[in-house]
């Protein structure tokens, strides 16, 4: 079955500093990723999608890639700000039909001013 | 407009009884998942309605679990006989088609459960 690995270290960066998280998936080939921020005592909210055939999306200081070849997306976060500091969790259609999508278990970002 | 709303909010009750939480989706949209997060964890996938198609259940922990969706708009998710390890915050999630069509979840506020 898929799986879906998102380093669960919390990754503590410098405010102004590029925040780089990754997800890395295996055994399938998801026609799509998304990112999603969750902060704490709340739902997850969509930041990006990036599908199989985009290499790379941009959304203000947010960019998402995606490698289909190296099973990855990389998440990054320029010119991090306090504000930014939140878990983020990647998400993928499960196989098969894509009527659901299975979560990461997300990364914890903390930028530190 | 409105989001997706959940209540109650918080809801504490005694190992051995029965729980209901609520879900109202945003008007329109098809799609609707419940998920569950414990404390630390990621997003624990319990089931998904699409439409009028029969619902995908197959996240369902026990038999103890179920959930029904009323005139395509508002869900209900009952736990029987709740034991502790129920404890954790249920998450709902509507999206205007289901996931095929790549659309974003918008996820309610979540209820806190916590079975003692």
């Known amino acids: 079955s898929q799986k879906i690995e998102q380093n669960s270290e919390a990754l503590n960066i410098q405010e102004g500093k590029t925040a780089t998280l990754t997800c890395n998936y295996t055994n399938y080939s998801p026609a799509y990723l998304q990112w999603y921020r969750q902060d704490p005592g709340r739902g997850p909210v969509f930041l990006l999608l990036?599908?199989?055939?985009?290499k790379e999306k941009r959304k203000e200081r947010l960019k998402v890639t995606f490698d289909t070849t190296l099973k990855q997306s990389l998440f990054h976060i320029t010119a991090s700000q306090p504000a930014d500091s939140a878990t983020y969790l990647c998400?993928?259609?499960?196989?098969?039909?894509?009527?659901?999508?299975?979560f990461g278990t997300g990364t914890k970002l903390q930028v530190i001013p | 407009g409105a989001g997706v709303s959940q209540s109650p909010s918080n809801k504490v009750t005694e190992k051995g009884k029965d729980v209901e939480l609520r879900c109202d989706p945003i008007s329109g949209h098809t799609a609707l998942y419940w998920y569950r997060q414990s404390l630390g964890q990621g997003l624990e996938f319990l089931i998904y309605f699409q439409g009028n198609s029969a619902p995908d259940k197959s996240g369902l922990p026990s038999d103890r679990f179920s959930a029904e969706r009323t005139g395509g708009s508002v869900s209900t998710l009952t736990i029987q006989r709740t034991q502790q390890e129920d404890s954790a915050v249920y998450l709902c999630a509507s999206s205007l088609q289901g996931a095929a069509s790549y659309n974003e979840q918008f996820f309610g506020p979540g209820t806190r459960l916590t079975v003692l």
């Open positions: 990036i599908r199989e055939n985009e």
């Open positions: 998400a993928l259609p499960n196989s098969g039909g894509y009527q659901k999508v299975t």
